[in-house]
């Protein structure tokens, strides 16, 4: 039974900083401690995919982008307020 994730994010970071990877790591433990398996992520480094970055208006990395469901969400920073991710960006 193939069936799509509740929930789909962005997260758009900028090359391979430190930053970056306590972004990328605490994103995803967040959300697997938090939504198990039922999401889906995309890594976007804005070096890499620029006009993704402008057509979504980023000004600001890390960015987190809750696409699915709407409304749209978003959390800057390095994703390490586990509170953040329950109140602001997954209960709607």
């Known amino acids: 039974?193939?069936?799509?994730?509740?929930?789909?994010?962005?997260?758009?970071?900028?090359?391979?900083?430190l930053i970056t990877k306590k972004a990328i790591f605490n994103c995803k433990k967040n959300l697997d401690n938090i939504l198990k398996s039922n999401y889906e992520l995309e890594i976007l480094n804005v070096f890499e995919n620029p006009?993704?970055?402008?057509?979504?208006?980023?000004?600001?990395?890390?960015?987190?982008?809750?696409?699915?469901?709407?409304?749209?969400?978003?959390?800057?920073?390095?994703?390490?307020n586990l509170e953040l991710f329950k109140s602001d960006l997954l209960l709607t």
């Open 1 to 17: 039974m193939n069936t799509k994730p509740l929930y789909r994010f962005l997260l758009f970071v900028s090359g391979d900083s």
């Open 51 to 80: 006009k993704l970055a402008f057509e979504e208006n980023i000004l600001v990395v890390p960015i987190l982008i809750r696409k699915i469901p709407l409304p749209e969400l978003r959390i800057i920073g390095d994703m390490s």
